[in-house]
């Protein structure tokens, strides 16, 4: 978790500037409490079985037609809701716009959503997915940490940042081909700490599943270095 002083810092401060501009929804641009507002939270689409116990997304089947003829190093991955309208809007304004405050009620739609994947009580620790620190520098955070931090001391699970890395910097995989993407992100996820998730039941966090490669190669790190088994919980999943 973030430092508590400078947590307190960042509250007082938010606080402040809330007297001076009062929050409005970043999507719909509405005035209200919410930087996502309930109107706009309650068009989501959310994702509910049936879906493929594999990579998550809607369907019928047991596992979908991709993944009948692909293999992953993640046992299973489920997302919260559709990546589309309202949500992929505020994943952008976080993302993107670096507004930071659409964390909170994006991770607080996680949270609710998560009965829909059956994964409570299957896994040990939390890994959010990490971004080069050059990114991170330039961003001023990383938004699947801030969104798994914010899960985590919801559910009151254990986040483990100090494990998986990003070694080096890619491309953005939004330009680059369902090929390309798995080529780009090849060996590009280490560990440390390994004795830390030796026999563990990790889950990974991100903000979208698009093809899944981001996910297969971080499972694929951390099965390497003796997770026993890597399941993954995204915000949204492109269809």
């Not at 402040?16 to 501009?21: A, E, K, S, V």
């Not at 080069?132 to 254990?158: M, T, Y």
């Amino acid at each position: 978790m973030p430092n508590k002083p400078i947590q307190i810092a960042k509250s007082i401060f938010s606080g402040f500037l809330d007297l001076i501009y009062p929050p409005f929804c970043l999507v719909c641009e509405q005035a209200g409490e919410e930087y996502l507002c309930a109107q706009c939270i309650e068009t989501i689409d959310v994702i509910e079985a049936p879906f493929c116990r594999k990579c998550g997304i809607p369907c019928a089947s047991y596992h979908c037609s991709d993944c009948q003829e692909r293999e992953y190093y993640f046992e299973q991955a489920c997302s919260a809701g559709v990546y589309e309208g309202v949500l992929k809007n505020a994943i952008h304004q976080l993302k993107y716009k670096f507004h930071i405050a659409m964390a909170d009620p994006l991770a607080e739609f996680m949270v609710r959503s998560f009965a829909n994947t059956g994964f409570r009580g299957k896994f040990d620790l939390v890994i959010p997915i990490p971004i080069h620190h050059s990114r991170k520098i330039e961003r001023g955070f990383n938004q699947a940490e801030e969104l798994a931090w914010r899960f985590c001391k919801r559910r009151s699970i254990v986040l483990e940042r100090d494990v998986l890395y990003k070694k080096k910097d890619t491309k953005h995989q939004a330009n680059l081909s369902q090929d390309m993407r798995a080529v780009n992100l090849q060996g590009v996820f280490a560990v440390r700490n390994a004795e830390k998730i030796a026999g563990k039941r990790i889950l990974l966090i991100d903000d979208v599943f698009t093809t899944g490669s981001t996910l297969n190669e971080a499972a694929k790190a951390l099965k390497e270095a003796g997770a026993s088994t890597v399941c993954a919980y995204t915000l949204a999943r492109s269809l």
